[in-house]
RNA sequence: GCGAAGGUGGCGGAAUGGCAGACGCGCUGGUUUCAGGUACCAGUGGGGUAACACUCGUAAGGGUUCAAGUCCCUUCCUUCGCACCA
C-alpha cells in the first residue's frame, strides 16, 4: 500500500487545485508569522526577567557585540540562537531567566568614520545599533530588551568611570613612563594582548615601543589568582591560552658579582640546579648596567651593537631569532656557586622586560645559550646526566630535560646523582643562606596598558594641577601639567562627559585630540588652575563589567543593587568567539577580583560556563569576507526562508563549537523539515482526537528524552536530528493524534519559536508557550520492551535477531541458532564460547 | 619549534568498546504534473551478485580485546593557538 492512498483529509500530498483551494492561512508563511509573534512577545513583555524566591535561576549570557557599521553577520546568530534555546528550554523548565543584550559602542571605527565624514560617533553609533537592534529582533531571539545596555550612554560610562576611581584609590591604576606600544598610523598606544607579531591587531600597522606617561592597570598583582582560580571554572580550552598567558614561572633569582664594580647583576632562572653549568651572563640591550660596566676596549663594538639593535622592530628582534648575536661587554661576572670568573655579553636574545632582563648562560641545559655558545666559542659544562644513564652528545644539543646531577664543582654541596627538582631545592636554600639569591616567581602579564590616545572612548576622571602664569587656554600660554599630582574627580560629579569636537583627528600630540577641547580640558577652581586627563580608556574597559549592569541596569544610585546581584549573579552560561580568550576574559576577570576585594561583587569569578562557538565559514570553506566574495548576509536568509530556519539551521550544521561551512542547501533541508512540522500538526488540529498507538508514543517520549538531554548539553545538532526523526515517523501516520504534536511543539519552540507559537495557538492554546511545561519523559516509554541486537559469529556481524530486552542467554543463543543465517556459519562446529550482553550483541565463538 | 583539538561516504556530520555512516544535503529511480519546480515513495560507502551470499572499509602501520572509529604505541596530515618567556 503506497502511503498517498490511505491519507485523507487534510492532505499535505494534494493535488494542486486542492492545494489552490486551501485556505491561505493553512500555509506556513514565515514572513507574516514572525513579526506576528516578534509583536506578541513584546506587546506582552513575556521575556522581562523577573525574580521569584524559590525557583532556580539561569542568567544565559552573549558576548556583547560591537555594533558594527557592517550589521549582523551569520556568526552573530549562532552563539545568540544557543543561548536563547537554553534560555527558552529553561522557561519552560520553570526556571527564572536573566537573558540580556547591550553594545559595545566606544571604539574605533565609529571615530575614523567621524574623521571622513564629520558624523559625531555618538550618531554613527546610534544608527548601527538601531540596524542591529532590527537584526537581532527579526530573528525572534527572547532578550529581555527593557534591560538593554550600552557602553556609551552617559549613565553606563558614569559607572565605569566609578570603578576606575576605586581602583585608582586601591592603588590598581597608576601612571607610568615606561616603553609602551605606540602605534604612529591608529595615534595611539596598544595593550601588549592587542599587538600580534609587531603590528597592531587592528588594521595590521607597525608598532614602535616609546617611552609615553600611560595609565596602567596593575593586573599584575593579581597574577596568582588569575592563574589559580580557573581551577573551578567549566571553561574549554581557553583556561590554557589564559595560563600562557599569565606565564607563572617558578625558579629563583640569583646574584652575580661583577668583578671591579659594587654593582651585582640579578638574573632570573627556572633551573637553579644548573648553576654551575653557568659559564656566561647575558644583559638585554636595554639593561642599564651595559653602560656601567662596558670596558673601554669593547666601548665601540658594544655601541655599534646596542645601535643596530634599536634599530630593529621588535618584529625584526623575534623574527631573524634563528642565529642569536650578541657581544662581549668586556667585564667578567663571579659564578656564585664556584667563584668562576666568567664573561658578561650582551646580546638581543635577552628580552628587556622578561625576569630581570637579564640571563645566566648555561649552554650545555638551554637550547638558545647553546646556540649562542656555539656561535662565539663560548665553553659548555655539563652538570646535569640523563636519568636514564643514556649518552648525550653537548656538542650537537643541549640537553634541556631534568636529569640527575654529575659530581658538581660547586660551594652549594649537592650528592651526585640527585635528580634535578631535589638540587633546585637545595641549590636554592644555600644560594639564601648565603644572601646571593632567592626563590622567586615571575610572570609574562605584564600590567595593562589603559589609557588610549583617541576620542571615542570613556574619559578617565582624573585632572592635574597645572602651573601657569594666567590662562593656560590662551594662545600660545606656557604652562606645565603636573602630572605627578593626580587628581580623582569626585563621584559625584560622575559621569566625565566628553567635550564636543570640530576635529576627531589624532594629533601627533601622544595627549590626543580631547588635548584640543581646551575649555573642557582646563578649568579653573580656588584660583588654581587644573588640567582634566585627555586620554581615554580602551575599548575593553565598557565591556570589563558589563554583565554586571544588566543585573539592574537603570539604578542611579548604585552600580547595581546588591538585591540584583543576589538574585542573577553569577553568569551561568556565557557563550562567544574564542577570540577574546586573552583579552576581554582576562580583563574582566581582572576588574571582578577587584570589585571582589572591595566587597561590590560576592563571587571570585564572574563566568561559570564558557562556550565559545566555532565560526561559521563560506560555501567555499574558506573564511567569510567582502573581498572572497562569500559573505551570507542574514537578513537575506530571514527573507528566502524565515528566522526560525536560520537559527534551526545553524543549530543543525554541526556541533556548536566545531568550525563548519555554510551550505544554501542546508537552510533549504531544514525548511522542508519546518514545512512537515507545519503540516503534521495542522493535520493534526483536525484529524480530532486521534488515538496515539504505543510506537508513536513511545517515539514522542524518546524524543523528549533525547531533546531534553541534548539542550542541557549544547548539542543541538542532535537534537534537531532527534525532532526530524519523530516528525517522519509522524508524518506516515493515518491520523496525527495532538497527543503527539503537541510535545513536539514544545520541543522545537526554543529552536524555532515562532512557528512553534503559530501551531500551538492553532492547536487551542490561547496563551504563548514561553512559560508552558517543558514536556516530561517516562524513562519506561523510552526504552522498547524488544529491541534488535547484532549476532557475531567469531566477532563477525552475521545475523540480526528481536530479542527481549533481558532475553536470557540461553534463549538468545537457542534463537540465534534457529537462525539459518547464523548456522551456516556454525554447522559443523561446536559453540566454545558465548558473549552475550543483553540488548546490546550476542558474540558465538565457535570451532 | 611548543601546545591543543582533530582526520569517518560526493558534502555537513552521527555513533555509553557491541549491526559504522543516524539526521540533513546531493545524487538515482518512481508517483503526481503538459512541463519544470514543489510534494511524496524507494534507493544510495567500495568490490561482488540476476538477487542473495560473501568481502573490503573510519589517515597509515602495529598492538590490547570475543568485539576497536572508539583504548594503547609509532608515523603522516589538517586546523587553531603560542612563539627566544630564561
Redesign the pocket.
Known sequence: M???EFLGEPC??A??SETNERAAEDRYEPATLEPKWQAYWEAHRCFEAKRTPGKPKLYALDMVPYPSGSGLHVGHPEGYTATDIVSRARRMQGYDVLHPMGWDAFGLPAEQHAIQTGTHPRDTTASNIATFKRQLKSLGFSYDWSREVDTTDPGYVRWTQWIFLKLFEKGLAFQSEVPVNWCPELGTVLANEEV??GKSERGQHPVVRLPLRQWMLRITQYADRLDAELDGLDWP?TK??QR??I?R?E?AEIDFAIEGHDATMT?????PDTVPGVTYVVL?PEHPLVAQITTAAQREAVSAYLDVTKSKSDLE??E??KT?TGVATGAFAVNPVNGDKIPVWVG?????H????A??A?PAH????HAFAKTYGLPIVQVVRRADGKAHDFDAAAFTDDGVSTALRSDAKVAEGTPSAEVRKQVIAWLESEKRGRKKV?Y?LRDWVFSRQRYWGEPIPIYFPVDCDGDPRAEGAEYKVRYDKPIAVTESELPLRLPELEDYRPGEDPAGPLARAKDWRFFQKDGQWYARETNTMPQWAGSCWYYLRYIDPRNDEQIFSQEAYDAWMPVDLYVGG??H??LHLLYARFWHKALFDIGVVKHAEPFHKLVHQGMILGEN?EKMSKSRGNVINPDDVVKSHGADSLRVYEM????LE????W?T??V??????L??VW?VAVAATKSGDAAMDDETKRAVHKTIKKVTEDVEGL?F??A??AM??LV?QL??LPAVPKGAVEPLVLLLAPFAPHIAEELWQRLGHGESLTYAPWPTFDAALCEDAE????V?V?????S?LRLAKDESQESAVAKALADA?VT??TDGKTVA?V?Y?PG??L?L?VK
Open positions: 503506497r502511503l498517498g499535505y500530498a493535488p494542486m600580534i607579531d580550552e590554557g591560552k600562557h598567558w606565564g614561572s625558579g638574573v632570573f632562572t627556572t633551573r638585554a628582534r623575534t631573524l631569532g642569536k638581543d636574545y635577552v628580552l628587556a622578561y625576569g630581570t632582563g640571563v645566566m648555561v638551554d637550547e638558545r645559550d615571575t609574562r574564542s577570540e580568550a586573552v570553506g543543525f550544521m554541526g556541533p566545531a568550525v563548519k561551512p551550505q542547501n542546508g533549504e533541508g531544514v525548511r522542508r523539515f514545512d512537515r503540516n548539542r545538532n542532535t534537531v536530528s526530524m526523526i517522519k508524518q506516515a529491541v534488535e541486537i547484532g557475531q567469531n566477532g563477525k556481524a552475521r540480526v543465517k551456516a556459519h564460547k558473549i550482553v546490546r550483541i558474540n565463538i
